[in-house]
């Protein structure tokens, strides 16, 4: 027991030392001030999933998430890209070893606050790929339902709509939050229509809660029963609907069409 101690103390330390090795990488000084981002830096930051594997200790791995996440706060969009990358590489075993979520969280959702409509974007894959642990954050929540609601930018509210569902598949709060807000946007002309296509999918996450699953069922039978509604939306709502009901607890007479 204390030589599995002793190692496993050994390895956190290896663990660290990698980490440091590749801050040091990516804080190298450029050889060219004209780059938005350093050949070093993208080196770095591809070697932190090797960390993740190679050294999956909750202190580890809790150090590289704040250390990509300070990143990510005070560098440019070149290189919140390669963090947003990283963390879509991560595997939720990796990512529910964060042991500072919050801290975490509060260095990613500042640039929400940003008027840097790419930089929201980014910043919105990067929460949904969190969601595994951040699902019932209520500033999570309210940071991707604003965007939702605010964004113009085609990139930011397409980011938006897929970090939307991403929280909805893990939150048993978030659909009754975010329902109103797909109906409303479903039911304005202005809505682009693939983007009504984006946004009836999450209908599939709304089974949780009886009366949630209800609501989301009434909201795609009334799309399938408008005339005007287009054969490509009328498919993917058919799909959705038949998801939500494999999964939804409703009695088995309310499932008829």
């Not at 990698?18 to 350093?38: D, G, T, V, Y």
């Not at 080196?43 to 580890?60: C, K, N, S």
């Amino acid at each position: 027991m204390e030589e599995t101690n002793a190692w496993t103390i050994r390895d956190q330390a290896e663990g660290h030392r990698a980490l440091l090795e590749l801050e040091a990488k990516f804080n190298k000084k450029p050889r060219s001030a004209a780059l938005s981002i350093q050949g070093s830096q993208i080196q770095a930051l591809t070697g932190f999933i090797r960390i993740f594997e190679q050294y999956p200790y909750p202190v580890v791995i809790n150090a590289a998430i704040l250390k990509l996440a300070d990143w990510f706060r005070t560098f440019n969009n070149n290189v919140k890209f390669y963090v947003y990358k990283v963390f879509k590489e991560a595997s939720d075993l990796h990512l529910t070893k964060v042991i500072n979520v919050e801290e975490t969280v509060r260095r990613i959702l500042a640039i929400l606050g940003s008027n840097d409509p790419i930089a929201r974007a980014i910043t919105l894959r990067v929460l949904g790929c969190m969601s595994m642990i951040i699902a019932e954050k209520l500033d999570v929540q309210y940071g991707i339902i604003q965007r939702l609601e605010l964004a113009t930018d085609r990139i930011e509210l397409e980011a938006a709509i897929w970090a939307g569902d991403q929280i909805c598949a893990r939150s048993s709060r978030f659909p009754s939050v975010i329902f109103s807000k797909i109906t409303d946007k479903l039911e304005h002309s202005d809505t682009p229509f693939d983007v009504k296509l984006r946004l009836v999918k999450i209908f599939r996450h709304m089974h949780q809660d009886i009366a949630m699953a209800r609501e989301a069922k009434l909201a795609c039978l009334n799309l399938l029963a408008n005339a005007d509604t287009d054969s490509r939306l009328v498919i993917v709502t058919i799909r959705t609907l038949t998801l939500l009901l494999s999964e939804a607890v409703i009695d088995r007479k309310e499932q008829v069409m």
